[in-house]
């Protein structure tokens, strides 16, 4: 019974990491869009 219960918090606390990593990669591709975005704003306003 006590292992059950161990194995099933390991699971929800193992999907909660999961759900955690999938947000910070999303935000790492939404900061290089970003940045790349900027570079390029960068690249027209000083060929002008």
Do not use: A, P
């Amino acid at each position: 019974m006590i292992g059950r219960l161990c194995t099933k918090k390991i699971d929800e606390i193992s999907e909660k990491i999961d759900r955690v990593q999938m947000d910070v990669n999303n935000m790492t591709i939404k900061t290089l869009y970003h940045d790349n975005k900027i570079l390029e704003l960068g690249q027209k306003l000083s060929n002008r």
